[in-house]
T-cell receptor
Framework: EAGVAQSPRYKIIEKRQSVAFWCNPI?????LYWYQQILGQGPKLLIQ????????DSQLPKDRFSAERLKGVDSTLKIQPAKLEDSAVYLC???????????FGPGTRLTVL | AQSVAQPEDQVNVAEGNPLTVKCTYS??????LFWYVQYPNRGLQFLLK??????LVKGSYGFEAEFNKSQTSFHLKKPSALVSDSALYFC????????????FGAGTRLFVKA
C-alpha cells in the first residue's frame, strides 16, 4: 500500500514569510497527526485530527500556525509569519484509528533564515 | 500529565552482542507504549507496541520489548545486534484512559560496531 505522502521535502524561507505543507495519509486512515521535530529532540505533536475534526491542538502555536483537514483525507499545515525557531522537520503521520501505531511520512525540512 | 524518558543519549554495542535501549514512562491511566526507529534520511518506522496482554512483545527486525508495570519501564531489546541496527530509537507513550496525545521521548542513538 502507498505510504504517507508529504510535500515539499525541503523549504527555505525568510523570517516573517509564510509557508504551507501538504500531507496525504494512507487511504482509510481516520487519524492524522502533524509533528514538529527539532534537531536532537523527539517529535512534538502539534495537532491531531480524527477524520476532519480536531481532537488535540494544545501544543499548536495558534497565533501563527494553522491546519485543516478538509473532507477527512489530506491536510495542510500553514505557518504565517515564520520565525527563526520554526526551523525543524515537520512530520505528518496517520493511523487507522487513534489507538494504533502511526505511519510517518518522510517529513518536510524547513529552514527559516 | 504523561511523560516519557529515555535516559541514554547514545548506546554503543558490538555486533553480535545483546542490546538494550531504556525507556520509562508516566501516565495516569493504562499505558499504550510504542517503539519507533529512525534510520538516516528515512522517516520514522513503527517497531512494536504494548497495549495489553503478555509483558514481552515482539516486533520487527528481531526486536522485542518488556513491559514492567511496577518499574514503569518499556525497554527495547535484541539478543544479537547487527551493524544495520544503528539508528535513532524513540519510545512513545499514550494514556489509554481517554487522552489523545502521544508523547515521544527525546530518542536514543544506537551505534553498533562491527
Amino acid at each position: 500500500e502507498a505510504g504517507v505522502a508529504q510535500s515539499p521535502r525541503y523549504k527555505i524561507i525568510e523570517k516573517r514569510q509564510s509557508v504551507a505543507f501538504w500531507c496525504n495519509p494512507i487511504s482509510g486512515h481516520a487519524t492524522l497527526y502533524w509533528y514538529q521535530q527539532i534537531l536532537g529532540q523527539g517529535p512534538k505533536l502539534l495537532i491531531q485530527f480524527q477524520n476532519n475534526g480536531v481532537v488535540d491542538d494544545s501544543q499548536l502555536p495558534k497565533d501563527r500556525f494553522s491546519a485543516e483537514r478538509l473532507k477527512g483525507v489530506d491536510s495542510t499545515l500553514k505557518i504565517q509569519p515564520a520565525k527563526l525557531e520554526d526551523s525543524a522537520v515537520y512530520l505528518c503521520a496517520s493511523s487507522l484509528v487513534a489507538m494504533n501505531e502511526q505511519f510517518f511520512g518522510p517529513g518536510t525540512r524547513l529552514t527559516v533564515l | 500529565a504523561q511523560s516519557v524518558a529515555q535516559p541514554e543519549d547514545q548506546v554503543n554495542v558490538a555486533e553480535g552482542n545483546p542490546l538494550t535501549v531504556k525507556c520509562t514512562y508516566s501516565v495516569s491511566g493504562n499505558p499504550y507504549l510504542f517503539w519507533y526507529v529512525q534510520y538516516p534520511n528515512r522517516g520514522l518506522q513503527f517497531l512494536l507496541k504494548y497495549i495489553t496482554g503478555d509483558n514481552l512483545v515482539k516486533g520487527s527486525y528481531g526486536f522485542e520489548a518488556e513491559f514492567n508495570k511496577s518499574q514503569t519501564s518499556f525497554h527495547l531489546k535484541k539478543p544479537s545486534a547487527l551493524v544495520s541496527d544503528s539508528a535513532l530509537y524513540f519510545c512513545a507513550v499514550r494514556d489509554g484512559t481517554g487522552g489523545f496525545k502521544t508523547i515521544f521521548g527525546a530518542g536514543t542513538r544506537l551505534f553498533v560496531k562491527a
